[in-house]
Nanobody, 118 residues
């Protein structure tokens, strides 16, 4: 089993920044990729960003390109999401997810709330 714990959410004004962290523990040796997703009120969960655990390749949703940066610390089994230039439409619950060798996101964190005021 894998456990994911997110932190770093909060309330920020438009244009501000936040840094989310996600610490993974347990059977993390087979990690293929880690990602961030978000869910706004009344909307479906959507992909935000992902990073390959070995090569470090990164992937972003068009809506966050140029504003968000995903990074990882393999030694700490932690992934980060630096969010700059936040907009009210970035508001939602942000979830960390881990894909193992199956390449499916099978493990999810509990989520952390991000609220951007206008």
């Amino acid at each position: 089993q894998v456990q994911l714990v997110e932190s770093g959410g909060g309330l920020v004004q438009a244009g501000g920044s936040l840094r989310l962290s996600c610490a993974a523990s347990g059977r993390t040796f087979s990690t293929y990729r880690m990602g961030w997703f978000r869910q706004a009120p009344g909307k479906e969960r959507e992909f935000v960003a992902a990073i390959s655990w070995s090569g470090g390749g990164t992937y972003y949703a068009d809506s966050v390109k140029g504003r968000f940066t995903i990074s990882r610390d393999n030694a700490k089994n932690t992934v980060y999401l630096q969010m700059n230039g936040l907009k009210p439409e970035d508001t939602g619950v942000y979830y960390c997810a881990l894909a193992s060798i199956t390449r499916q996101y099978n493990y999810w964190g509990q989520g952390t709330q991000v609220t951007v005021s206008s």
